[in-house]
């Protein structure tokens, strides 16, 4: 099996920052490509930023600039850095990754998202 787990969601002030953490752990063969999608209350799951094995990042308009990706390997972890909040980043965020495990192949995965509140 394996499992994402998010962590540094939190309430926080227009201007602030937070930093997200997500990592896959269990029979894991290889990361590929993982990535940060948001949820605000009432629309849809989308994309706000991805990262590949070799590093390659694609990021949504609306938070170039100002958000960040990275991964460590060797922790199979993501980050997201996320600076000049606005209220309208408000979303519950969720780490995604496409991971090949032993024996069974690749997958997509979920985690189970993290509360990001921006007061104005």
């Known amino acids: 099996q394996v499992q994402l787990v998010e962590s540094g969601g939190g309430l926080v002030q227009a201007g602030g920052s937070l930093r997200l953490s997500c990592t896959a752990s269990?029979?894991?063969?290889?990361?590929?490509?993982m990535g940060w999608y948001g949820q605000a209350p009432g629309k849809q799951r989308e994309l706000v930023a991805t990262?590949?094995?070799?590093?390659?990042?694609k990021y949504a308009d609306s938070v170039k600039g100002r958000f960040t990706i990275s991964r460590d390997n060797a922790k199979n972890t993501v980050y997201l850095q996320m600076n000049s909040l606005k209220p309208e980043d408000t979303a519950v965020y969720y780490c995604?990754?496409?991971?090949?495990?032993?024996?069974?192949?690749?997958?997509?995965?979920w985690g189970q998202g993290t509360q990001v509140t921006v007061s104005s």
């Open positions: 995604n990754a496409d991971i090949t495990r032993r024996l069974f192949g690749a997958s997509n995965y």
């Open positions: 269990g029979s894991i063969s290889s990361i590929n490509a």
């Open positions: 990262i590949t094995s070799s590093a390659g990042t």
